[in-house]
């Protein structure tokens, strides 16, 4: 994090602090069932605080010589003062993929520079804490008097494996996206069931998703003509002289 002489701003952000409130937790995650406060949420919760003190927030795209592109949050105030902070986006293909994980990753960064929270943090960063060694139990004297070797497991990590099938099914991607999923950091129940899906399983649920979809999309439709139809009162015969 860079900063300058931060000495209005602070005290300008302290008091926008005593204003803001938790984000309220308005999407739901379909694969973990738990709700989160969305990027509009959070913004709800700062946007009349901060502009009450002369504070603002600017989040702009920088792409370094290698291709990875960063989220930089600049939290500004009248004075001049600033205060900036840079997120790497992770799992950036093209596009589409840039647009997922800048919605997470400027949602984190707002709420992070800010001071805000949601009420009950969301769940929608599990992976995170599922990513920490669970610390081994306990062994006796005499087992422990035994040197042994550790045996290294040969099966990858769910996270890896699951990165590993999506890069192989480019349509994931979206149907991701639909899902409030990150493609390109999926929590990791998420990452279980790719894994357990495999490479063709995860096509043909993406497919038959789809056809859930459409189909359910001409229901719609058909109802709204029915709908329709049942509005337009029947034309009268004219009565004959």
Not at 29 to 45: C, E, G, I, P
Not at 126 to 132: K, L, P, R, V, W
Not at 135 to 151: G, H, M, V, Y
Not at 210 to 228: F, G, H, M, S, Y
Request: charged fraction near 30%; charge should be positive.
């Amino acid at each position: 994090m860079k900063k300058s002489k931060t000495s209005k701003l602070a005290f300008a952000l302290a008091l926008a602090q005593a204003e803001i409130t938790s984000a309220e937790l308005t999407k739901e995650n379909t694969f973990t069932k738990s709700k989160y406060a969305d990027l509009a949420s959070v913004w709800d919760a700062v946007r009349e605080p901060l502009t009450r003190n002369g504070l603002a927030v600017s989040q702009i795209f920088e792409t370094l010589q290698d291709g990875n592109v960063l989220l930089r949050t600049v939290l500004l105030h009248t004075s001049g003062e600033r205060l900036s902070s840079t997120l790497p986006l992770l799992g950036v293909k093209d596009h589409h993929s840039l647009g997922s994980a800048s919605t997470y990753a400027r949602r984190y960064a707002l709420a992070a520079i800010t001071g805000c929270a949601p009420g009950e943090w969301d769940d929608d960063a599990n992976a995170a804490q599922e990513s920490i060694t669970k610390s081994p139990a306990r062994t006796s004297r005499s087992s422990r008097s035994l040197p042994r070797t550790k045996k290294r497991s040969t099966t990858p990590p769910p996270r890896l494996s699951a990165l590993e099938i999506l890069e192989k099914v480019p349509e994931a991607d979206e149907w991701l996206s639909n899902k409030e999923v990150d493609p390109g950091d999926p929590p990791l129940p998420v990452c279980e069931r790719i894994v357990s899906l495999g490479v063709e399983g995860l096509k043909k649920t993406i497919e038959d998703d789809r056809k859930k979809a459409e189909k359910a999309a001409k229901k719609e439709k058909a109802e709204k003509i029915v709908a329709e139809a049942d509005r337009v009162e029947p034309i009268k015969e004219e009565a004959k002289q």
